[in-house]
């Protein structure tokens, strides 16, 4: 099998004050909703169209059952970014010990990119981390916000992080199993727009 040589930058905000939020996309069509029913289809859908370009497989052999499980842990959250009713990426957020919270995953369906959405989508997920507590009291407060990026992800994805206040804490290199990705299919993507 094929590999390839993939960089993984794991970055982390210490306080609610890091949060530099992004200016909301212009004419307010983007809300932003927490799924509170957990559906293993729906946040499949949300993983396998965000994921499909940049290699996320890691949970498309899941189970429906292994989804739920997932889905109903205390503190998993997902927020779902709307643009005018239509989904447009998810932030998904995962607990930890001793009030650490992951983002777990955190993107954009591919036609939804470069408009200024990811920005806001991320500030608005990084704001839920930090006062996670407040909607589960049987959490401890949030002391620190962490993910991890890496050079497979969307382009702009690291810039995006450190524009909303991350510092990077860990970086490694690692060789891995050079997997097909699942998509998009063909013709997904909107034609690029003149000038990009």
């Not at 992004?22 to 289809?41: D, L, M």
């Not at 470069?114 to 920005?119: D, L, N, Q, V, Y």
């Not at 839920?128 to 497979?152: F, G, I, M, N, Q």
Request: contains cysteine; negative net charge; proline residues 9%.
């Amino acid at each position: 099998m094929n590999s390839v040589v993939v960089t993984t930058w794991s970055l982390e905000q210490t306080s609610p004050a890091d949060l530099l939020p992004a200016a909301a996309p212009e004419g307010g069509a983007v809300e932003v909703v927490r799924a509170q029913i957990p559906s293993p289809e729906f946040s499949r859908f949300l993983y396998a169209s965000v994921g499909g370009d940049i290699r996320w497989t890691d949970r498309l052999g899941w189970t429906y059952d292994r989804w739920r499980e997932h889905l109903e842990r205390p503190g998993v959250e997902t927020w779902v970014g709307y643009e005018r009713g239509t989904p447009a990426g998810y932030v998904e957020l995962a607990s930890q010990d001793d009030g650490v919270v992951e983002i777990v995953y955190f993107g954009l369906i591919p036609a939804f990119r470069g408009r200024r959405i990811g920005g806001h989508l991320l500030s608005y997920g990084v704001a839920r981390a930090w006062d996670l507590a407040e909607r589960r009291p049987d959490l401890p407060p949030t002391k620190r916000v962490w993910l991890h990026t890496c050079s497979l992800d969307g382009e702009h994805a690291m810039a995006n992080y450190q524009r909303r206040g991350f510092r990077l804490f860990d970086t490694k290199v690692e060789e891995e199993p050079d997997i097909a990705t699942p998509g998009p299919w063909p013709g997904a993507r909107p034609p690029a727009r003149p000038g990009a």
